[in-house]
């Protein structure tokens, strides 16, 4: 941990020290805490603006339209999942869509691109597509394509799957959208991408491999078709971020000069050449520079320039997708989950750099197209959830003052000699004050009374009892450093400050499944900004690290949003004390690209719940549409069980138990058969809302 990490969560959670500086009522100037200490330490302006705040009332709340919203219009979270769990139905872990985000974000991606036409005198225009492989959710696609009719937005499909699911939605979306045929294909797709230019759709058949091309003029000719074709241009610029490996040379996708000149010909000597419409690449996604920006999109402009002066028809350059989220909103290029660069310079630089080769070469300008997915649907989506019990790593730990608390804790105890020499230190050590010295010695004191213990020679209530003594020391440390009574914090012993700290470390246990919900958390490590919805007036006083529900020892996130400069982790998220009878709420942001579609099943955790929430005019909100997740039936179904001839088998057994007079009596029976029963289309995720008592009747 850097010195700087520690810092931050060091006066983060030292609530005595601070001042309450622009407080918003007396209560939380008592307890010297207001909402923008909370904005600062979870970074919420970096990642969150202009979509995601911390209210007055200490709750995040959202901004469904951007800089565009009203105060009257902001949507406190709290206030919905209150308003949901009202409803009876639902409850956490469930993910809102804020559709008016997503809107939000076609008409920002939009707004840059004409602006950036307008400034550069472009004499092209701009045509979005959206990559339904980002989130493919049925009400996410029909949402972009009726957000994005008015500006002829379009869909881009990667398999046979999703074109068939593109064709159907472009039916209602302008006939001049692009519907882009990327991926891999065989004859049936061909034919699928044809069918849809008969029912007037606007699809161009992107060429992966060379040999697609003459599945494309075989199945044309079969059909009558005139296709429209593109090609997918391998580029020698790549980007050294985990998602760069798409590009350079040895990418997996996309034709190679010579591959694109010999495509060339074979459409020239067959009289084709006009078909040949569109030049397409995607360098990787989260492109973390404008450099890399640029460099790939003049090298695939001087393609395009180069290809419409060799005659073929050229009308569209498609700059794949790249645009990135700043994850840990440090706005830099350095961290890999932060970008450094808005909408805004995106689009003016492809606009800028197209112009530039095109005005070279002088070639008409092209429609540019692009492919944003990230970009696009990450915002809209929040996935909230419960800790519902925290783990320490070790035990409690009595308040210690002075060094005859050590004597006296260990009085009663036969203590081998060793030990009893490093009880006598500790006492001393503490008495003089001297609590790193301490800390190091209850650290030996530890180790030694394990391998005493191992031999036979110290029982079990010993070791729990120095177990307890390391963390009282531990916490002594912790306390005396808040109040800057430490005079140094050297690595003494190989202890320091970031040891306490690792110490003081615990596990808030959630109800959630990061194999569902957060898969790229596991998967590529992937940082995504997790906050409490609520609280966030009040100081938070504890380190944690997540767990998950599953048996999975990666079920687990210990990577956080820091607010360091350079978008360096924290190993640690603070978090405030449980409260008995209380619920405590996390919400985890900027996840809705990727995530619900590379959610496995692992443990059986199923979909969520998904909940869409609109703002109203005036004021408030309204939910528009509640989804349920699966069921425990969904969920065996999916793995070919089948609930049903599972619940009979069950059911004889019962009966023989039943007769056997295994049950207590006739309402012990009825009871089991009734929760058998229920258990079936039940939640897979942890229900709070009551104890499970089932009433009989
Ligand atoms: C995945 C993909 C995209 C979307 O990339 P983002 O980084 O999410 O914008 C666009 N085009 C192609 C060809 C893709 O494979």
Not at 369 to 392: M, N, P, T, Y
Not at 667 to 689: P, Q
């Amino acid at each position: 941990m850097s010195p700087l990490t520690c810092l931050h969560g060091q006066e983060a959670l030292d609530s005595d020290n601070l001042n309450g500086r622009s407080v918003a009522n007396s209560e939380m100037k008592k307890q010297g805490w207001a909402v923008d200490k909370s904005m600062a330490l979870y970074h919420v302006g970096g990642w969150g603006a202009p979509y995601f705040f911390i209210n007055r009332d200490g709750n995040m709340a959202v901004r469904p339209s951007g800089f565009n919203t009203t105060f009257t219009e902001e949507i406190d979270l709290m206030a919905v999942l209150q308003k949901i769990q009202e409803a009876g139905e639902m409850n956490t872990p469930l993910i809102i869509r804020f559709p008016e985000i997503l809107k939000n974000r076609l008409e920002v991606l939009q707004t840059a691109f004409e602006r950036a036409i307008l400034l550069n005198g472009y004499r092209g225009s701009f045509q979005g597509v959206f990559p339904v492989k980002c989130n493919p959710d049925r009400y996410v696609v029909e949402d972009i394509v009726r957000f994005g009719r008015n500006f002829a937005f379009g869909l881009e499909a990667g398999s046979k799957p999703e074109l068939l699911m593109t064709m159907a939605c472009m039916c209602k979306a302008s006939p001049d959208a692009l519907l882009i045929c990327n991926g891999y294909k065989d004859a049936e797709y061909v034919q699928l991408a044809l069918i849809a230019r008969q029912l007037g759709l606007n699809s161009v058949i992107v060429l992966e491999q060379e040999e697609e091309l003459q599945i494309v003029l075989k199945m044309s000719q079969y059909l009558r078709v005139q296709p429209v074709i593109g090609v997918r241009a391998k580029l020698s610029t790549k980007h050294n971020g985990h998602w760069g490996e798409t590009s350079g040379d040895k990418g997996k996708f996309g034709l190679s000069a010579s591959e694109i000149l010999s495509i060339v010909k074979t459409l020239k000597d067959v009289g084709m050449l006009d078909a040949l419409q569109l030049l397409h690449f995607h360098i990787g996604s989260q492109i973390p520079s404008l450099s890399i920006v640029k460099e790939g999109v003049t090298e695939a402009a001087h393609i395009f320039c180069e290809l419409s002066l060799l005659g073929a028809g050229m009308k569209y350059l498609d700059i794949g997708g790249g645009l990135g989220i700043d994850y840990d909103g440090s706005n830099s290029s350095a961290s890999g989950m932060s970008i450094g660069y808005t909408v805004e310079e995106y689009a003016e630089q492809v606009v800028h750099a197209v112009d530039d080769a095109c005005a070279l070469k002088n070639v008409k300008a092209p429609t540019i197209c692009c492919e944003s997915g990230r970009g696009l649907v990450s915002h809209h989506s929040v996935l909230i959830f419960d800790a519902f019990s925290v783990s320490k790593p070790q035990h409690g730990g009595k308040e210690l003052c002075r060094g005859e608390d050590v004597t006296d804790l260990l009085q009663s105890h036969d203590l081998p000699h060793q030990l009893s020499v490093l009880s006598e230190d500790l006492a001393r050590l503490v008495n003089i004050g001297d609590l790193e010295g301490a800390l190091a010695c209850a650290k030996q004191l530890k180790l030694d009374c394990a391998c005493s213990f191992k031999l036979g020679l110290v029982s079990l209530e010993l070791r729990a009892i120095v177990d307890e003594l390391y963390t009282s020391v531990s916490n002594l440390m912790c306390q005396e450093s808040k109040k800057g009574n430490l005079r140094s914090l050297s690595k003494k012993a190989g202890l320091g400050m970031s040891d306490v700290i690792n110490d003081q470390i615990v596990t808030y246990h959630t109800n959630l499944s990061i194999f569902k919900s957060v898969p790229d958390s596991w998967a590529i490590g992937q940082l995504f900004p997790i906050v409490p919805l609520h609280r966030l007036d009040e100081a938070p006083s504890v380190r944690a690290i997540l767990c998950d529900l599953t048996c999975d020892s990666d079920g687990k996130i210990s990577s956080f949003v820091s607010g360091n400069p350079l978008g360096k982790a924290d190993s640690f998220l603070p978090l405030h004390k449980l409260e008995a009878n209380r619920p405590y709420y996390l919400g985890m942001f900027l996840g809705g690209a990727y995530q619900e579609v590379l959610g496995s099943m692992h443990n059986l955790f199923g979909t969520t719940h998904v909940v869409h929430v609109l703002g109203k005019t005036g004021g408030s909100f309204q939910i528009s549409l509640q989804l349920p997740g699966q069921t425990i039936s969904d969920v065996l179904r999916a793995m070919l069980h089948d609930p049903l001839s599972m619940f009979e088998d069950i059911r004889s057994q019962f009966l023989d138990s039943f007769k056997a007079g295994r049950f207590g009596g006739n309402r012990e029976a009825t009871v089991a058969l009734h929760i058998l029963k229920c258990s079936f289309s039940s939640y897979t995720y942890l229900s709070h809302d009551q104890d499970h008592h089932y009433s009989v009747f």
